[in-house]
């Protein structure tokens, strides 16, 4: 009845607090959108008066360790067996390929044919890990000349030192060994017989 108030109708009541609900909702964003504008009105002003800004450059590319044959400058006669000729390599070669292969394996990992029956199992001359007598070229000269106890590995001091010394050419082919000082060869120098540091150019057939 038109005598009654707006209380009493309830779908004019509604109807009032959803456009007052619109009418909010359009006003809080036009003032969302204002206070956009002024934030990127301002940003770009404030970018004009610092310059245009410069890209950083890029990182330097990481540089990348490059195994190189050792050229260590020594006096040693045993200077020679720091970047050793290819046929002093090749003859080690033909030795470990007769004498070693079969503990040591092809690949100079210790998984030769005969390995599997060993304990402890044969060196893995790519590892750095538990060499007995290190892995400096005294310490496999060493190694080759008294074999080593309680292990399967026998003394190859029946062949020449020429012999030994080439095979340990060939074994230090198999991975990055440490860098010779020339103390290092002077112990070395140490442990061969006399007559062949004045040999060395043709250690490789010396039967000492």
Known sequence: MEGQS??????????????????????????????????VLYSRHNQQRQGPSVAAPPPAPAKQAVATTQTTSTSSPLAVLLDPAKPMIE???????TDCVACHGAAG????????TLN??????HSDKGWVNG?????MFKTLTDGITGSAMPPFNSISVGDRL????????????????????????????????????TVTQDNN
């Open 6 to 39: 707006e209380k009493s109708n309830p779908q004019r009541n509604t109807s009032f607090f959803v456009r007052k609900s619109w009418w909010r909702l359009l006003y809080y964003l036009y003032f969302a959108a204002v206070v956009a504008g002024v934030f």
């Open 135 to 139: 892995r400096l070229m005294s310490g």
């Open 166 to 201: 080439a095979l340990i050419s060939y074994v230090r082919t198999f991975g990055v060994f440490p860098k010779e000082t020339e103390q290092d060869l002077n112990a070395l120098a140490k442990m061969l017989p006399k007559g062949v540091l004045s040999s060395m150019g």
């Open 120 to 125: 402890p199992k044969p060196r893995d001359f």
């Open 91 to 97: 003859k080690g070669k033909n030795l470990y390929m």
């Open 109 to 116: 990992d210790g998984n030769g044919p005969a390995a599997a």
